[in-house]
């Protein structure tokens, strides 16, 4: 067993003593940290007085698990990772790896007969194990799933990284399509397999499609221009805005209004350029915050365009280009059309169908403009401002280009948003909201668009997966609202990207510009400010 040498004393501490030291620091430091967030909770009572509200039991479980962590990391994680870096004296090979031992082929087809043998039993798990065990069987069920997709993606990763955007866009656009014919297996029926879609296709692909084109279209200002905008929700606010108020009071289309919305954006994205031109780091993102907080208080103060906190309701739903409609009391609905049963499902997934091709215009400008010289230019821009000027660029238009594209693609978002809630109110734009967008393009890798998008379902498809986490109730009490922990799961990415992944989910940075053949460049060669 390996141990370690203390230099001030002649002591031999071994790995499960520094662990057990380590842990008791993790504990108390969790303590500190978390007494005010998870021990106290605010509260009003009856009388309408502001209450607090002590959760000791919560508090100390969460400080016993992060010590535990803590323990099992230093006393068995590092020295499991350190041996699989000692080759063998026999054979000179080294160890199977961590994820060749993890992904064994047994472990995979007890991961399908597990899956399997819970979606046959999904209709009556509440009966057969109860209501409280029913919850924890649908987790195991996830969980059996994840693992055999992960399976997959190991073994084939080859293939996967050779094919993977083909891959990717044929797995979107098949996705609606499978959810609804799985429902329909499970529910014995088309409609109820339409039915069920709803929720899937709505929050874990409507909701994650729209977050990863507002992420791709803050990646041009950061990651590609490399300047610092915490305000980017307001140009999602302005598209939003723009397609309720000129949909509600002058009934024009959305395929009208969908470009509106984009170039008024970009006008206020330019607008937004101007100021900042001789702003760098810390000071352009204060003023990006400051216009982001101007435009929401604008949209809550102007009452008599705006609404004010109420916000602008009845916004008219989209149309299949004018031919049909999604209203069932249309002439030319849909479901008349088709001569097909009515269910509000085709709408949902038309709007799946219509951010994702919103997605691939978006990818698509992106690719083709860092070809351009105007995007040579961005990357300029972002890695040397001064050696840009001395080139012979012209910062002024270069930043102004990447404001306004960046800020159009919020806009493109925004008004899809409206038409997909037919409600909007200044709540929906905070700043939050650029918080999240901007959490996704660090982990995601600035400047990758792969990158950006697998952290976007990872974390906004992981936050509406605790949404259908209701056994944790039965754990935590029934005042527990997994959701509302879903800045604890940013924050957790966050560091462990940090120390394992600095350049985000994607570990490797191609150049768009290269000397007779390409060449990746590996994140663990270089470090943030260094190639």
Known sequence: MAVTVS????????????????????????????????????????????????????????????AVGRFLYIAYGQPFVASLKVANIDTGLLPDTMAARFFRTPYFIAAVVVAALLFVLAGSLDGLLGPDLAGYARFVRALAIIYAVAWVMYYFRAFIHAHFSALGISALALYPIVVVLVLALITGSMAGGFQGSLKWVDNFGIQILIYVMLAWGLNIVIGLAGLLDLGYVAFYAVGAYAYALLGTHFGLSFWILLPAAGCMAAFWGVMLGFPVLRLRGDYLAIVTLAFGEIIRLVLINWRDVTNGSAGISGIPKVSFFGLMSFNVSDPNYIAKVLHIATSSAYYKIFLYYLILGLCLLTAFVTIRLRRLPVGRAWEALREDEIACRSLGINTTTTKLTAFATGAMFGGFAGSFFAARQGFVSPESFVFLESAIVLAIVVLGGMGSLVGIAVAALVMIGGTEALRELDFLKRVFGPDFTPELYRMLLFGMAMVIVMLWKPRGFVGSREPTAFLKERRAVSASFTKEGHG
């Open 7 to 66: 230099s001030e004393r002649d002591t031999v501490a071994t790995p499960v003593q520094r662990a057990f030291r380590e842990a008791l620091y993790a504990g108390a430091i969790s303590l500190g940290l978390f007494v005010l967030f998870i021990g106290l909770r605010t509260d009003q009572n009856i009388s309408n007085e502001l209450i607090l509200v002590k959760r000791w039991g919560l508090l100390a479980l969460v400080v016993i698990a992060t």
